[in-house]
């Protein structure tokens, strides 16, 4: 058996489906062969995006994987595999390599050296022999512990290595671990005893699948849940006890239940210190719950630390608690408290979210969208800056694996490949991105890939036509040499492409947009809807 066959059928009994791709790599062709669909992109950073959305809606149970050429290729990729390390996403990154007598020798591109720093484990293929060995290592890095991309390089030289057969592959186990007795039992009576507790949610929920263990600890000690941007999703905004998702802009609820905590639980979370992150206040009592024990006390001090998956210590501080608080304990003042937030924070955004004038605000585009979209059935994303600013605060996510959250690293463009990826993964949602006109400069020519390759997704782009959040850094450059201006008509390339694209001027025509578009998307065809919008730079920062 070849190499790359060897590859394939490894990949195959893996259960991977999909691999997303830039050719020359010959993976490519041995993987169809073995009837892996390749999905081909206009450049690879975004590939690396899709594949790492097939990871994510599905809790990492079907990995994502990709494929590139050696040299520029895998250059190319690079910021993609970088946005999985930050955002611990387990994908199967495979690179072709330099041969073997080249691969070492300067200024060749070396992959598995060059993207050691970021990926969670990376080898090169030297001996076809050993291939079953070292892809075995390879998924059981990919199934198990915090995610992060694994990189198998694989040298220019090697495809026509023969393989030993019958092959020696069988899928690698999955395994859970979970916290010591003794520290569930310390936060246990901790968060029995707390007068204020909030719990803050992140995305090892959702990799742990623990989204009835976190409702019924919320319900059971009637404490309010608050997520990050990764965890949004985790706990139906819906919620009486939701505070709603912490990123850069929040909901007022989130930094005033923080602030006034005495305890805080972080379940599947890093507490990583970012400027796209809820920062934790000051003097609080911490009980951190995470997979990585590298985690602990790298950006807060935990009192009590819990190193295990999410929902086996949820099931083990469930039991616990149990022992003690028999039956739900009232939520009606802190359910009222909270309700009183969000009343006094949407009244103030109100004329935003409604305005009703020209250009449009962009707060008004994703306030008609998440009120004409069937919440249950879509799977949303955004991208950098403004569009994730002015969509997270206020989008409800009700279904876990809803909503596609992210910002510990902020490339532009992300959103895209997310969507697409996501579209794959769940053909039967409604799978929509929401982007601006500086993200659709960095891969806007990937929608062609949409059309191409039938994923019909809905693309909700605002247009400006300014790098909106840059004019007040850069008042000068903007004066003397317009640095900050940027346009085009986006809706009539998307319908270059062979896609349907629409551009919205009038507030009255967002909402009959909107539902053209989904009506395209269910006909097969990617939608690009392109709003006219003012320079809307205003956000739900803590305070406001």
């Keep these: 058996m ?10 195959k009994r893996e259960g991977i489906e999909i691999l997303c791709g830039y050719p020359v790599n010959h993976l ?61 996403v387990p994908v199967l990154v495979l690179p072709m390599g330099y041969a073997r007598r080249l691969a070492n020798i300067d200024p060749n591109f070396n992959s598995s050296q060059a993207m050691k720093a970021f990926s969670k484990s990376s080898e090169p293929i030297n001996i076809a022999a050993e291939v079953c060995n070292i892809f075995r290592r390879a998924f059981t890095k990919l ?69 009835p263990q976190l409702k019924r600890l919320a319900e059971r000690l009637a404490i309010p849940v608050t997520t990050s941007l990764g965890g ?47 920062a934790m206040p000051k003097g609080k009592t911490i009980i951190h719950s995470t997979l990585d024990p590298n985690h602990l006390n790298k950006d807060v001090e935990a009192r009590i630390g819990l190193v295990g998956d999410a929902g086996l210590v949820l099931d083990a501080l469930l039991e616990e608690i149990g022992k003690t608080v028999k039956s739900d304990r009232d939520a009606t003042a802190v359910a009222a408290e909270i309700a009183a937030s969000h009343r006094e924070w949407l009244a103030k955004w109100m004329p935003k979210l409604t305005h009703n004038d020209t250009p449009l605000n962009p707060y008004r585009v994703l306030w008609d969208l998440q009120h004409t979209v069937d919440i ?27 909503y596609i959250g992210w910002g510990k690293t902020t490339q532009l463009g992300y959103g895209l490949g ?3 990826g996501a579209k794959l993964a769940k053909p039967d949602k409604l799978c929509i991105n929401v982007w ?42 903007t004066e003397k040499y317009r640095s900050t201006d940027i346009s085009g008509d986006y809706a009539a390339m998307a319908r270059a492409f062979g896609g349907y694209g629409e551009r919205v001027l009038r507030p009255e025509d967002i909402i009959p947009a909107i539902k053209r578009g989904i009506a ?25």
């Design 232 to 278: 949004k999703s985790s706990f139906p905004e819906t919620h009486p006890l939701s505070l709603g998702s912490g990123g850069l802009a929040v909901p007022r609820a989130v930094p005033k239940f923080l602030g006034d905590a005495d305890v805080i639980f972080g379940i599947g979370c890093s507490f990583t210190e970012t400027s796209f992150g809820i």
């Design 418 to 420: 997310l969507a697409m």
């Design 143 to 211: 199934k198990n512990g915090r995610g992060g991309p694994v990189i198998v390089e694989i040298p220019a030289d090697m495809w026509n290595e023969e393989v030993p057969e019958p092959l020696n592959y069988t899928p690698v186990l999955r395994t859970r671990y979970g916290a010591d007795p003794v520290h569930v039992k310390e936060a246990a009576a901790l968060l029995v005893a707390a007068k204020r507790p909030v719990i803050y949610a992140g995305q090892g929920v959702h990799y742990a699948k623990a989204w």
């Design 28 to 88: 490519i062709e041995y993987a169809a062969n073995a009837d892996i669909r390749p999905v081909m992109v206009r450049q690879e950073r975004i590939g690396v995006h899709m594949a790492d959305a097939i990871s994510r809606v599905t809790s990492g149970q079907s990995i994502g994987a990709f494929c590139m050429q050696h040299g520029p290729g895998a250059e190319n990729a690079m910021g993609g595999v970088a946005q999985c390390y930050g955002e611990s």
């Design 2 to 11: 070849k190499l790359g066959a060897a590859i394939a059928e490894i990949m």
């Design 436 to 477: 601006g006109d500086a993200a659709i400069g960095f891969t806007g020519m990937d929608f062609e890939t949409a059309v191409r390759e039938r994923i019909p997704i809905m693309s909700i782009l605002l247009n400006n036509f300014s790098m909106a959040i840059e004019l007040k850094v850069m008042p000068i450059s």
């Design 520 to 544: 395209k998307t269910r006909e097969g065809v990617p939608v690009l809807l392109e709003f006219i919008t003012s320079k809307e730079t205003e956000v739900s920062r803590p305070g406001t």
């Design 376 to 402: 249950n059935n879509t799977i949303i994303t955004h991208d950098a800056g403004s569009p994730r600013d002015q969509l997270s605060p206020f989008w409800k996510s009700v279904e876990p694996l809803s």
